[in-house]
Structures are given as structure tokens and as C-alpha cells.
């Protein structure tokens, strides 16, 4: 039994497949690569001693789909492929629905062809919009996202909502990242955006690194005690390992449940500096600058649900997302080569 890992080579996706693999699952990774590059799966196949199947192709294609599930004894799907940079969806809407709504109903289709109906959904705390309070819990009522790449993700929660509500056969995981960031231990895979980073710690450690001359604080009048932005940071190992407790849990409940996958604690912008200077030994440029449209002022888990249901929850705290970020960034200064 094989689980088709779409967007497998790309940051969270390369963690998971490592973990995949590493205990036991044999994994085919289809992945288009307009934002990744094989030589992380590459790495994953050194780290494991394991090379996970790979198609070079695009999830919205269904002739390669029904070809997929045709030729491969496909038990689950692990969905990560979409397109993820706020601004850009802002600037290319048809872009972002086509490749993030389209490419789930696609995949959703060719699986119902399929016979298989095991779905794990990388969905986003951005799915509640500005929050009435936090800690943010599932029965929060989703918000209304601020950007395309925001309402993406919501419609296609909506879309596989009716799809469990249709048909009894689907079992579907709708897990709400809130903010991925680290690396992998052994610094061999982490984190390549292409061009200017547009999250924060991957900017952070690109200017540690002095490929950037410093850090925009997007706000420093915020209500929050430093007056910068608050938000979960989670180690990108954790989340990984919580597909793998969702795929497992959907073996044995059919229907479709989400999961907020954070930490519970959130972490300001100047907290997330200030830790990676500790990391990597000397200080980091910064400046204040005016707020972002768009960003909210402060924004953490309730992550008690995945901890009851799954038996999930993040064991790696700031000090290890730091040290882990810092391995990758510094041995690996321009991201993976070739890219
Ligand atoms: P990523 O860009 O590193 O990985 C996505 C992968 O999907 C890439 O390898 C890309 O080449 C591939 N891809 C994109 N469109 C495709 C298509 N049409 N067909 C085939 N492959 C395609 O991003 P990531 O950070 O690993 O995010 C994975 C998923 O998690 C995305 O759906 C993203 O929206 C979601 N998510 C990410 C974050 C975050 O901050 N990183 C937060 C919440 C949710
Ligand atoms: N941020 C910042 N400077 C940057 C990028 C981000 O100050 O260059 C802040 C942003 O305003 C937010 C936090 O860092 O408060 C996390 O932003 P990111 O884009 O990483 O994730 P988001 O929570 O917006 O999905």
C-alpha cells in the first residue's frame, strides 16, 4: 500500500515524506516543482536510506491521476500541492484558485474514480480569519480570509465539508497549519523560497545569513506587549509528524474532522529575532516598519484537539526551531543547488 504525497517536494512536504518513510510507508511523490527541486527528495532518500516513487507532474492533470491510481496500489492521499504567497494571490487570483481549488477537485475526483478515499488537507489557520479571541479552538467559527490564497483554502475546506457530508466512503483531515517554520535536525532539508522570503523566519535567517540587509518589523504598534505581531510558530518536524497521525486516525474514523496542528503558545516578532541571535551567535538588523495590509494583530492555537483525538502534540519549542533553522541556513546559504 503506497500514499500519494501531492506537493511532496516542497518544505512541509519533504518532512513529511522523511517521516513517511522512515517509519515504514512507501510513499509516490507528485509534485510539479514550480516551487521545489528533487534534490530535497534526494536528500530525504540519503537521510532514510529510502527513495520515495516520484512523478514530475501537475495534480490538476487527471489523465496522469487515473494513470497514478491505475498503476499503484494507492491507499491515502497526503494534498500539500498549491500555491502558498499571500501577495501573489492578491496579484493572481485565477493563478491561485486554479491551482489550489481546481487541483483538489481534481485529485478529489480522480480518487472518487479511484476508490480511494482517504484525504489529508494542508489547510490554514488563515481559515479564521481575524479571531474573536485566542487561544483559537476548532469551534472557533471560520472567519472570512483576507487575501485569494486565504478564500482558496476555506473553499476547498467547504468542498470537502460536502463531500464527507455526501458520501459516508470519505475520510478527511483538514489539517489548519498555523506557523511552520525550523528544519530538519540534520540540516539537510529546510526551508528554499524562491526569491525574497515573504514569512518571517526564513527572512530572518537569510539576513543571519547576509544574503538580506535586515528584517522589516511589519508593526511595532500593535496591541501586544512589544507591539509586534504574535503568532504559533511549529516546528516543521511536528507538524510532518502530525499527518502522520491524522493518516493513522483516518484508517480507523470515517468522516471529515479539523485540526488546529500549533503549539498553543504564540511568539512576537521581536521574540522570534531576538531567539535566532541567540541561535546564531550575533546580532540581527532590524527596523520597524509600518504595518502589513492584511495581518492581524495576534494569533495562536488551541492545538487541545489534535491532543485528545490523535494523541498529537509538539514536542520542539523556539530555542530547537531556531538552532534547526540555523543548520540548514547556514549550510546550506543559497537553498538547495540547482534551484
Ligand atoms: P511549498 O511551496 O514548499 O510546497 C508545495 C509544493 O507543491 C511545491 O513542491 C510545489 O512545487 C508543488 N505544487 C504547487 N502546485 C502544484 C500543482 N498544481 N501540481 C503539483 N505540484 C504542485 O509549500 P509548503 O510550505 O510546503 O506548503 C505545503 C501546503 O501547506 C500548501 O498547500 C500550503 O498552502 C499549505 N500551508 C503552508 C503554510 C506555510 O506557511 N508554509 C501554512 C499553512 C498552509
Ligand atoms: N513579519 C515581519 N516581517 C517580515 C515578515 C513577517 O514583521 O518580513 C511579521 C508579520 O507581520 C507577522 C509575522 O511576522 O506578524 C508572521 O508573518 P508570516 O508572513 O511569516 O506569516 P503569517 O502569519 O502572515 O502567515
Known sequence: MTLLITGGAGY?????????????????????????????????????????????????????LDRLFTQHDISGVVHFAGLKAVGESVREPLRYYDNNVTGTLTLCQAMMAADVHRLVFS?????????????????????QPTNPYGRSKLMVEQILQDLA????????????????????????IGEDPRGTPNNLLPYISQVAVGRLAQVSVFGGDYPTPDGTGIRDYIHVVDLALGHLAALDYLQRHPGLQAWNLGTGTGYSVLDMIHAFEAACGHAIAYTIAPRRAGDIAACWADPGKAARDLGWRA?????????????????????????
Not at 167 to 184: E, Q, T, V
Not at 319 to 339: L, V
Request: a negative charge; proline letters at 7%.
Open 315 to 339: 514536542q520542539r519549542g523556539l530555542a530547537q526551531m531556531m538552532a534547526d533553522t540555523w543548520r540548514w541556513q547556514s549550510g546550506n546559504p543559497d537553498g538547495y543547488p540547482g534551484d
Open 12 to 64: 512541509i512536504g519533504s518532512h513529511t515524506v522523511l517521516e513517511l518513510l522512515s517509519t515504514g510507508h512507501d510513499v509516490l511523490v507528485l509534485d510539479n516543482l514550480s516551487n521545489s527541486s528533487r534534490e530535497s527528495l534526494a536528500r530525504v532518500a540519503a537521510l532514510t536510506g529510502r527513495t520515495p516513487g516520484f512523478v514530475q507532474g501537475d495534480v490538476r492533470d487527471r489523465t496522469l
Open 165 to 188: 457530508a455526501a458520501d459516508p466512503r470519505w475520510s478527511i483531515a483538514l489539517l489548519r497549519y498555523f506557523n511552520p517554520a525550523g528544519a530538519h535536525a540534520s540540516g539537510r
Open 123 to 143: 489547510s490554514s489557520a488563515t481559515v479564521y480569519g481575524d479571531p474573536a479571541s485566542t487561544p483559537i479552538s476548532e469551534a472557533c467559527p471560520t472567519g
